[in-house]
């Protein structure tokens, strides 16, 4: 499962996240149901996630053993939604996060000069989308294949872009694929 891939990723690079130790927010961007969310909560952090998928968001908080408040968020377009663990530590919004402005556009808005960003990405052939034998158990994409230089197109020069793993694989059912983490420091 491709979650594993990237909590590995994520645990193996924490600390370049999160020089210092020190708790923080931290943005999970199309967060879906990530178990990425309870491990960074768990770890002291603040985390807001936001996803366009009710389904995802709803059976997170549904499969969560904590309590949780739903708020309609109207400023953020018709059906918004914001789910709010109880103790504060998970705040996700229901919203189209591109919607709001392009995704790379948004993050270099969002984050302060010195803020960290870990991003995993996959990156396969997309001609395997043509494949005629090509018959995946859910329709793909998600996930989309993100590349070394689409990746540094979209973020750089605002941010420093540097790969810190960079690990192939045949994730993409029996198709090679390359899992990679980055660290991104906005400038």
């Known amino acids: ?3 594993n891939y990237f909590t590995r990723l ?3 690079h924490y600390s370049k996240l999160n020089p210092g130790g020190e708790s923080k927010k931290v943005l999970v961007p ?3 149901m990530s178990v990425d969310m309870n491990w960074l909560a768990d770890k002291g952090m603040t985390v807001i996630g936001v996803d366009i998928a009710e389904e995802a968001l709803a059976k997170f908080v549904s499969l969560s053993d904590q309590d949780w408040e739903e708020t309609a968020v ?3 377009g018709p059906g918004a939604k914001l789910f709010t663990r109880k103790d504060g530590k998970i705040k ?3 919203g189209d996060f591109l919607k709001f402005t392009r995704f790379a556009a948004a993050l270099k808005n969002l984050m302060n000069p010195g803020g960290r960003m870990l991003l995993d990405a996959i990156a396969y052939d997309e001609k ?4 005629e034998n090509f018959k995946p158990p859910m329709p793909v994409p998600p ?3 993100v590349g070394i230089a689409e990746t540094k197109g979209l ?3 605002a941010f420093t872009v540097e790969i810190l793993d960079e690990i192939p694989n045949n994730a993409m059912y029996d198709f090679p694929a390359v899992f990679y983490a980055y660290l991104m420091v906005r400038k």
Not at 128 to 131: A, T, V
């Open 10 to 12: 994520l645990e193996k």
């Open 155 to 157: 973020f750089e020069p």
């Open 74 to 76: 109207p400023t953020l």
């Open 30 to 32: 199309l967060c879906g």
């Open 143 to 145: 996930p989309y294949s």
């Open 92 to 94: 996700l919004y229901l």
């Open 128 to 131: 395997i989308l043509e494949d």
């Open 1 to 3: 499962m491709l979650y």
